[in-house]
Structure formats: structure tokens, C-alpha cells
């Protein structure tokens, strides 16, 4: 299944790797559906906020277009979670003995060398990747009480102006909240700092943007920091 793209403009490309909850013709999570529709399928709000933001901005994004149960194009492919077998608590039996390589081949792969050929084309200043958290994991953890979390790895350029930004206009904003992304960043490690281009996460609490009104009102937030980033990256 090729990556939903959206052409754009400018020194921004937007990338949404949990876009979706879409389970190919032929794969049998052996889960039940209701499960499709919680956030270990699928990053709640995120496919919309990016949308959201790429028509504010006039920016270029991609999205891709398989749940990460299938397989996690955040993940690296030797990672053990790359096909999870268990996702916060629930278990994932139709991917117990799956074909790895076959879901490399058929969708990690594209996805990201589609990813490579945007930046290619485009040739971005800055890479901004789009998600969404829980306000605590099912399977047990502190309330999380960030509306956004800033994550990033050893390139701070843009993410450090992020963070100052978000706390300057009143967000509750994490640094390296709710996780760090020097543990897990590996769609900006390969495709930002990989290339030497500023790159940064966003994590979004999903109740926030799990309604119309709530990813207009981010969006509207998010979109002048990212435009103000963009021009101190070029400018520097």
C-alpha cells in the first residue's frame, strides 16, 4: 500500500508514520476490531493534525497508509517491535511467526524509500513528524500531563526553539516527554539527522485532537512555531 502524499512548498516536510489503522487484504491480526480503533493501531488525531497543518502551510507531508500493528515505520527493521506480537498490554496473535521480511518488502521499505524521494524533491530545512500519546498507557503508567511533547535525538537545533516556542504562547510542552527520542527516533535518524537536516517530533495528547475543534485549534497553534522555526534554521 503506497503512502497517502501531499504536495506542497516551502522549507517544511510534514511526516505522520502512525497515520493509519488500515490492515492489507490478506493479514489476520487475529485481533478484535475494536482494538483497530485504539492507539496501539494507530496514533489517534495525528493523520488529521497533519493534514490540518500541511494546508496551513502549504507544506509537503507524507502519511503512511498501514496500522503499526502490521508493522511500525518507526521502528528500525531489526527491531524486535517492528511486527509487535503484544502492544500495551494486548496481545497480537496474528503476528506471532509473521513473515518480517515480507512486511519489510511490502511496506516498511516503500514507505520510507518514498520518504527518501521527497526530501529529494523537495529538499527541506526542516522535518517535523507528527504523533499522539495517551494520557496513561492501559497497561499501567503515571498520568501524562503534557498537552505536547518536543522529542529529538543529538540534533537540538530545531528542537530546542521548540520547545522555548510552545512554552512561550502557555503549552504544557515535554522535553523528550513522553518518551525520549534518544531512545526511539528512528524515522528522523535515518531521514534528518542522517541527511544533516533539523528535525523534530511532536507528540500531541490524543484527547486533544481526537475532535474537529481540538485539531483546529492546534493546528492553528502548531503551525505559526513551525513557520518561525523554519525561517531561524534558514536564517542561521
Not at 157 to 184: E, K, M, W
Request: hydrophobic share 45%; proline share 7%; net charge negative.
Amino acid at each position: 500500500m503506497t503512502p497517502e502524499i501531499i504536495a506542497g512548498h516551502g522549507p517544511i516536510l510534514l511526516i505522520c508514520d502512525h497515520a493509519s489503522n488500515s490492515v492489507p487484504p490478506g493479514i489476520d491480526l487475529g485481533i478484535a476490531a475494536a482494538l483497530l480503533d485504539k492507539h496501539i493501531a494507530i496514533d489517534i488525531g495525528a493523520a488529521s493534525i497533519t493534514r490540518a497543518l500541511a494546508a496551513q502551510l502549504g507544506a509537503p507531508a507524507i502519511l503512511a497508509t498501514v496500522s503499526r500493528l502490521v508493522i511500525d515505520f518507526h521502528r528500525p527493521p531489526d527491531h524486535a517491535g517492528l511486527v509487535p506480537e503484544i502492544s500495551d498490554g494486548h496481545s497480537i496473535p496474528g503476528n506471532v511467526g509473521a513473515d518480517r521480511f515480507d512486511r519489510i518488502a511490502r511496506y516498511h521499505a516503500p514507505y520510507h524509500r518514498a520518504l527518501g524521494e521527497m526530501i529529494g524533491s523537495y529538499r527541506p530545512r526542516l522535518l517535523v513528524s507528527i504523533h499522539s500519546f495517551t494520557p496513561a498507557l492501559e497497561s499501567g503508567s503515571a498520568p501524562r500531563p503534557w498537552e505536547i511533547g518536543i522529542l529529538y535525538n543529538r540534533d537540538t537545533r530545531a528542537a530546542h526553539r521548540a520547545i522555548a516556542a510552545f512554552q512561550r504562547v502557555g503549552v504544557v510542552t515535554g522535553d523528550n516527554q513522553p518518551y525520549s527520542g534518544r531512545d526511539l527516533n528512528m524515522t528522523l535518524n535515518r531521514h534528518g539527522e542522517g541527511n544533516g537536516i533539523a528535525s523534530f517530533a511532536i507528540e500531541l495528547r490524543n484527547e486533544l485532537i481526537d475532535h474537529p475543534s481540538g485539531v483546529d485549534h492546534w493546528a492553528g497553534v502548531i503551525a505559526p512555531v513551525l513557520s518561525g522555526i523554519a525561517q531561524a534554521i534558514q536564517s542561521a
